[in-house]
């Protein structure tokens, strides 16, 4: 899988199996989002995808509803690192 979903590793998918956490492996499952150069489209009705399914807010502030269990993408993640983040930083 090269797309977003792809981020996520066969290492983060056994955890969750382990962990029991059907509702993130559902999650992964139903949005087969793939890239599509500079955005997500979801391969299942072709709609733009424009955040992580995990992503919540309360307000102004952002939160990762699986943070304790989160991809390894996001562990290893360096804010401002990626280009693709408005936070890029050269």
């Known amino acids: ?6 981020y996520v ?3 983060d998918m056994a955890r ?3 962990e029991g956490r059907k509702d993130i492996l559902d999650i992964i499952d139903h949005e087969k989002a ?3 150069g ?10 733009y995808l ?3 399914p995990f992503l919540t807010w ?3 502030v952002h939160s990762c509803a699986i943070h304790e269990t989160r991809p390894d993408v996001c562990r ?3 804010p401002g690192s990626s280009e693709i983040c408005s936070q890029f930083k050269d």
Do not use: Q
């Open 50 to 52: 424009n955040r992580c």
């Open 9 to 11: 590793t066969e290492k």
């Open 16 to 18: 969750w199996r382990r």
């Open 58 to 60: 309360e307000g102004t």
């Open 38 to 47: 500079d955005h997500l489209i979801s391969d299942v009705d072709g709609r």
């Open 34 to 36: 793939f890239w599509a």
């Open 76 to 78: 290893n993640y360096e």
């Open 1 to 6: 899988m090269v797309d977003f979903i792809a």
